[in-house]
């Protein structure tokens, strides 16, 4: 992965046990229509471990409470449980200060908190904001919707055949208008890992704040804010073996500070009069009402549960997994891989020669491989391509080389059903 995550390459990661980690995952010795399941559509959403399952328990079990309201034992539990998993996310993602994590429900309300509340207060027509070809939807609607409300302008930055972005054309793009660089740190539809922090030094050079896309990036290598030097960025949880309904947007303190809430309720407030309404301190002016406590618990015991495994231990098997699975589907004739970037996450997307990527999927799921089938909400990554869609195969920790082996015999035998 990206410049910080090239130097993980190098180092010696400690060996995965992948056995030990299923143990965690009991979901996964499940058969699925007679077939052992191969779960590859982590891209979409990662599996659970007991360790995460069972924090939220005993949340609702021990200490269900509402947070930073009651002076009662259990809402003051709940309250330490809340604030120490912002400390968890703090640490994971390197940040300066707690004030800067503020919990969302995932990537797509982190980017429409920054649109709304910094974009709105911010931008004025002809103001520009680039994006890369490779965005997915969730950071190319929200700031069409600015557009319309502001008069904000997009600027596309091209990719190349492989799915690389274009930096030279990205370069060119920076101009005395832009006011916002909002890239994915890696590409959902191929894998593409950007180059992050060149990115964030080339806007910087300009004067230009830069949101990182993190959603597929965070589970698959370490991610270092203050390495990175990125103004925002923003992650799923659900995408990190944590619940779904719970995410991060991390932006630097100055920036927060100076940025309107945008949602209005209880909590963001410190003293309300009809007449006039005082805001509470960061983070708390962004996370209006009753959070989603249960899902920030599990999200804090899903970041201990990785550390435990270590992000460069991850890296390190995912990109074996990849390396295996490139390899296998070079073998495969009538099988195209759709992005080929020299730096890749743990993602395989692919065309099977006249057969449509749904009924790639179709007959994938008969043999108990999971896998995603679409424009996986990055159409203008498929109009680039000139496809509907590709299928995409997506790795994570608990995945193993047999199941690479599923995958690919499961392709084999769909090619054989359509006759290819
Ligand atoms: N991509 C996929 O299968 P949410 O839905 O808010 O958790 O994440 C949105 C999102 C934003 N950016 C990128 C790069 C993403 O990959 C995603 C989610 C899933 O590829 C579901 S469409």
Redesign the pocket.
Known sequence: MSAIHDEVRHLQAPALDVETVRADFPILAQTVRGKPLAYL?N???TQKPLAVIEAERRYYLEYNSNIHRGVHLLSQKATDAYEAAREKVRRFLNARHAEEIVFV???????NLVAQSWGRSQLKPGDEIVLSLL?????IVPWQLLGQQTGTVLKVAPINDAGELMFEEFLRLLGPRTRLVAV?H????LGTVNPARAIVEAAHERGVPVLL?G??AAAHGPVDVQALDCDFY?L?G??LYAP?GI?VLYGKRELLEAMPPWQGGGDMIRTVSFDKTEYNVLPHKFEAGTPNIAGTIGLGAALDYVAGIGLEAIAAHEAELLRHATEEARRIPGMRLVGTARDKAAILSFVLEGIHPHDVGTILDSEGVAI?AGH???MPVMTRFGIPGTA?A?FAVYNTHAEVDALMAAIRKAQKFFGR
């Open positions: 559509d891209a979409a959403t429900r995932g990537t797509t309300e982190a980017i965005e997915h939807h969730s950071n994915a890696v590409s959902n539809a896309d959603a597929q923003a799923s659900h995408k779904t995410g995603r996986h909400c990055a995409r997506s």
